[in-house]
């Protein structure tokens, strides 16, 4: 990226509103008025071809007219005026527009939006925007926006997609008592998306952290790969999950694959600490620009109430971080510090009576010990002691013990001075929250952030040897026959071209012909229908299993057919599948769908009524590596059936991991083509026997 077009407009050493007026109802007077009043040290050039000056600047009647470089401008011109307005800039060599104009693609005027953003490309003119707020930035006094006023400093940026949201978070930064170095309204992202910003942010030395508000990236991947390679943390609170998992599906994991899950999948594959409400976009972003990531999983809770440190305890485990017990010698330690009736164990439970001294002991000797990796400090207030001595305690102890990489939050629950003492804590840079489980919760994020950045650092892309021509062809044959399915004898042949190991299908077009496989394969077999027009083949009565001899199987095909006549009289029959019937295994779903914002992206987890009602599912977006997939299949809530529960045997998943990894490179290779599949049920047998997929369905897109 070329970083200086966005430093001109993010950090601009003269600025031009254009539609500066001199109206004060009008939003190009407002965004003068907070220029001005944010105490911006650059140049400010308000343009209007009817004012002279304004709010004691010199109006210049044009871009054109001003006498010096521009590095950036807002527009607050009406939408229709917007384009002559960029053609100035991009001649007076402006490096970015802010614009604050509506009326653009979220009206449905996508085709002025276009040329907005070609003229701009035409002279390298980079647009942030249009329909914002503005930007706002502490580091560089510049409210270049209709925000009331700069938010209360802090360490953080945020990014919002939602302008309205983005000022009211701004006020709240008051109330709150969080502050934030950057206030980024996106708006439509017709040229600078969220992508640009946090790569352009990472390299930013004014902020720690990157929050972003997002209602919907237009190009996923874009965004996943910078958030992988950024070395701060990127948080996300993504808005609107509910409305895509309405959308009709033709297979079973189209069905589950809202946007809740495409996008959690693709956060956490790119290192991206998920927020899950405002208020936890709040805590998150303020956690993350203190505090360094937790690299362990040994949390102390230090405490002065057994209440707290329960309900502290409780939510350790809620956010997966467990409490171990402190090992011994820490214990004996600790014992130094507090009466008889206290616990040295986890959480280490100073009692009511802890003061300054008994705080600053234990925090000294807790952090500076080799098996703490993250530390959480409560504190309950009591008419025996003075928060404000306890934070002093608790901050002389972490300045005397400097230790560098070990994070620490902070609870205090209490009135007024308990509030006081919290906000000084976070002016001294340690996160501190009103209840014990904020405090548990934000520590917890920076160690789900430690882990997903060790994950993200591996590799997904791999060489499988496969035969994608092979799968090609068949995809070929199935769109000359003016298909847009294929049939579960070409889904399998298309896996089979990727290695899966699916069971022995062949099509039988004729009563004989499936005698004569049937004999071929070996009873007992399975029978189905197989037609482009019967998707839902059980439904059909179009199935029938355990079939053991010629006598059964010349029943069934006539069976079957019949029952397929009755379903749609004039559906295309292409035969019956004779098929091996596969023994009996745990029954898993693979699954894919081609996300209209991330691409090829795999389910996989357990079938049948795990599927069915519990939905049992996670979600990558591939390709996946086998590594991936041993953690996909870690993390469903039936794992426990696959590791092997009540004497059974471990099911076999290093052949489960190899087959999803071989379905996601399937789903890459073949994404011009394919639009979702499912391979339901595979039958997946114990350790070292493999498995088998028994139905596939392949949907193609349209073309
Ligand atoms: N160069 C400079 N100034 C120009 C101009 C030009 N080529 N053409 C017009 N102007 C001036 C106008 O004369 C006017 O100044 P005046 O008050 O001195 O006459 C000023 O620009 C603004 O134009 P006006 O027609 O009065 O528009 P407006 O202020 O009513 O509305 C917007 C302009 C941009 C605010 C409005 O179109 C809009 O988009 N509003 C929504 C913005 C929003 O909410 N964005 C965020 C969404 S989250």
Same mark, same amino acid.
């Given at each position: ?249 033709? /297979? ?33 972003? =303020? ?46 330690? =600790? ?90 804590? &976070? ?12 405090? &548990? ?24 040897? &496969? ?84 006598? /059964? ?70 390709? &996946? ?79």
């Amino acid at each position: 990226m070329d970083r200086s077009k966005l430093d001109g407009l993010m950090r601009p050493k003269s600025i031009a509103i254009v539609g500066a007026s001199t109206d004060p109802t009008k939003i190009g007077y407002t965004v003068v008025k907070n220029i001005i009043e944010g105490g911006y040290e650059g140049k400010i050039y308000p343009i209007n071809p009817k004012a002279t000056e304004l709010l004691g600047l010199k109006v210049y009647p044009t871009l054109m007219d001003v006498p010096d470089d521009i590095d950036a401008a807002v527009i607050t011109v009406p939408a229709k005026l917007v384009i002559s307005v960029v053609e100035d800039a991009g001649k007076k060599g402006v490096k970015g527009l802010i614009i604050i104009t509506s009326g653009f693609a979220e009206s449905g005027n996508r085709k002025l939006e276009q040329e907005v953003v070609a003229k701009a490309q035409e002279y390298g003119v980079r647009i942030l925007g249009p329909n914002i707020v503005g930007t706002l930035s502490n580091a560089e006094k510049l409210n270049a926006s209709f925000a009331p006023t700069l938010p209360l400093p802090g360490k953080g940026a945020l990014i919002s997609q939602s302008g309205a949201l983005l000022i009211s978070l701004d006020m709240a930064t008051f109330t709150r008592k969080v502050g934030f170095e950057k206030l980024i309204s996106i708006g439509n992202m017709s040229d600078i998306d969220f992508a640009d910003l946090v790569e352009w942010l990472d390299e930013d030395e004014s902020v720690s952290s990157i929050s972003l508000y997002i209602e919907g990236f237009k190009d996923g991947r874009k965004f996943m790969d910078v958030a992988k390679k950024a070395k701060k943390p990127v948080i996300a609170l993504k808005a609107g999950v509910s409305a895509h998992g309405a959308v009709a599906a033709a /297979s079973h994991t189209g069905s589950l694959a809202g946007a809740a899950k495409v996008y959690g999948a693709a956060f956490q594959q790119a290192g991206v600490v998920q927020a899950t409400d405002l208020n936890n976009l709040f805590d998150l972003s =303020l956690t993350l620009s203190l505090q360094p990531p937790m690299y362990g999983d040994n949390l102390v809770i230090i405490t002065n109430g057994g209440g707290v440190g329960v309900l502290a305890t409780d939510a350790a485990e809620r956010f997966g971080l467990p409490l171990k017990f402190v090992p011994k010698d820490v214990q004996e330690e =600790l014992k130094k510090h507090m009466p008889e009736f206290g616990s040295a164990k986890n959480p280490v439970d100073l009692t009511g009576m802890a003061g300054y001294d008994w705080y600053y002991d234990t925090v000294k000797f807790v952090i500076a010990h080799a098996w703490t990796e993250g530390l959480v400090i409560l504190y309950c207030e009591t008419a025996m002691t003075d928060p404000m001595e306890i934070a002093k305690g608790i901050i002389v102890a972490l300045d005397e013990a400097n230790v560098h990489g070990k994070p620490v939050t902070i609870s205090f629950v209490g009135g007024e001075k308990s509030e006081k003492a919290m906000q000084w804590l &976070v002016e001294q840079n340690i996160p501190s929250f009103s209840a014990p489980d904020l405090a &548990v919760h934000a520590i917890s994020a920076l160690r789900e952030y430690a882990r997903m950045k060790e994950i993200v650092s591996e590799s997904d892309h791999q060489t499988i040897p &496969v035969d994608k021509e092979q799968a090609l062809r068949i995809i070929k044959l199935a769109r000359e026959d003016g298909r847009d399915s294929l049939t579960e004898v070409e889904a399998k042949q298309v896996f089979a071209a990727y290695g899966l190991p699916t069971t022995t299908t062949l099509l039988a077009k004729s009563e004989d012909e499936a005698v004569k496989l049937a004999k071929e394969i070996g009873f007992p077999i399975v029978m189905k229908i197989v037609s482009p027009d019967i998707l839902h083949k059980s439904d059909a009565g179009g199935v029938k299993v355990n079939i053991k001899d010629v006598t /059964s199987c010349r029943e069934a095909f006539k069976t079957i057919m019949a029952n397929a006549k009755e379903y749609k009289a004039d559906a295309n029959i292409h035969g019956i599948a004779i098929q091996e019937m596969a023994p009996w295994g745990t029954e898993v779903i693979l699954g894919s769908v081609n996300d209209a914002t991330f691409g090829p992206t795999m389910m996989f987890g357990l079938g049948g009524i795990f599927v069915e009602i519990l939905k049992d599912v996670t979600f990558r977006v591939a390709p &996946v590596s086998k590594n991936s997939a041993l953690r996909m299949i870690g993390e469903i809530r039936g794992a426990p059936i696959l590791a092997g529960v009540r004497g059974e045997e471990p099911r076999d998943r290093e052949m489960l991991a190899e087959t999803i990894s071989r379905y996601a490179q399937m789903i890459v290779d073949l994404q011009d083509d394919v639009s979702e599949s499912d391979a339901n049920p595979v039958l997946v047998y114990a350790e070292g026997k493999g498995l088998k997929v028994v139905d596939a369905r392949i949907i193609l897109k349209k073309k």
